[in-house]
């Protein structure tokens, strides 16, 4: 099966050119999916991997953008937080009301294997978007960044800011979810393979900024040293800002993943120094593509990695500006 790659870096110069979980208040404009199948059925439901994160709310949007233009409707809900546990009724409801397609980031690798299985067993194109699970062979296609491409690219950006070397850390969500594990990868990678910067390995924030805030804030004082960090989320990047404010540190250089409101102002403020910017809108709009041409009999790509954006304070205004994710549609 044929993978797509679309890659947009912007801002860092050739060092960050090589080459990205988690949302607000579910929204919803259209009618839930109503049984049958076939063509008549005009019905796709989104299931987010939270609710209240702008990526999600971003993806949502290119979701609706491209359904409507191809004659389809959308319902969509999350989970107040990215666990399985609760994201799992959601999907047995959805999978109950039958809808055409299903695009939906799964919350863990394992706990929502099942799950997702029953919905494409029960006649549902399922489409997995940003986050996939351990056995995908049953969705019709999965659409995701270049998460570990993204790793390094953190990593890379860090070493360009501290080209002396040092200690640098990752705060990432949870281990087993598919799209984090690949960032914390990269950057693992990229960091052990140069030996001016030491590791300090990767501590879990269950995707609280809180928690993430006092495991940076502890760190610090473990290790007052510390060059980098690499959050590798929305609400890893938020909290690792507020607990290196809260520490009182300076000089650090903090890469954050994706790119809410909450990250951008952090960047103009310069607690953080660059953002790595998924692009979420077009794995909507790729999602629906997918999911339209299972149903209608045409070919379809079972893999597509689409590429990130790097945004920087020195590229805000510009094209790094318009990476940015969306509060609303």
Same mark, same amino acid.
């Given at each position: ?116 299985? *029953? +919905?494409? /067993?029960? #006649?549902?194109?399922? @489409?997995?978007? !940003?986050?996939?699970? &351990? ?110 404010? *809260? +520490?009182? /540190?300076? #000089?650090?250089?903090? @890469?954050?993943? !994706?790119?809410?409101? &909450? ?67």
């Amino acid at each position: 099966m044929r993978s797509t790659l679309r890659l947009t870096a912007a801002g860092l110069g050739a060092v960050l050119a090589l080459a990205a979980c988690s949302t607000g208040a579910p929204t919803s404009d259209s009618s839930a999916g109503s049984g049958g199948g076939g063509n008549d059925n005009k019905n796709i439901a989104f299931v987010q991997g939270v609710a209240g994160d702008e990526f999600y709310i971003t993806m949502q949007c290119g979701i609706e953008a491209k359904a409507k233009e191809l004659g389809y409707t959308v319902t969509t809900q999350g989970p107040q937080k990215f666990d399985p546990t609760l994201q799992k009724p959601i999907v047995d409801s959805v999978t109950a009301s039958k809808p055409a397609a299903l695009l939906v980031a799964p919350t863990d690798v394992q706990a929502m294997q099942a799950p997702l299985q *029953q +919905a494409a /067993a029960a #006649g549902i194109k399922v @489409v997995l978007v !940003d986050t996939t699970v &351990n056995d995908p062979s049953f969705a019709v296609s999965e659409i995701s960044s270049d998460n570990v491409g993204g790793g390094k690219a953190a990593f890379d950006a860090i070493k360009a800011a501290k080209p002396q070397g040092g200690k640098v850390l990752v705060i990432s969500t949870d281990p087993g979810v598919s799209t984090v594990d690949a960032r914390v990868k990269g950057f693992e990678d990229a960091t052990k393979a140069d030996s001016a910067f030491q590791y300090l390995g990767v501590q879990y924030s269950h995707n609280d900024p809180a928690t993430a805030a006092n495991l940076v804030s502890s760190a610090l004082q473990k290790d007052p040293d510390i060059v980098g960090i690499f959050a590798t989320n929305l609400f890893s990047a938020e909290g690792s800002a507020t607990g290196v404010r *809260q +520490a009182g /540190a300076k #000089g650090l250089t903090i @890469v954050g993943f !994706d790119a809410g409101p &909450n990250q951008i102002k952090a960047l103009e403020d310069g607690t953080v120094q660059a953002l790595v910017a998924q692009q979420p809108s077009t794995i909507g709009t790729d999602g629906v593509e997918q999911a339209v041409a299972a149903l209608t009999g045409k070919s379809v790509e079972k893999t597509i990695q689409t590429g990130f954006s790097i945004i920087t304070k020195d590229n805000l205004s510009g094209e790094g500006g318009q990476a940015a994710y969306k509060s609303t549609c």
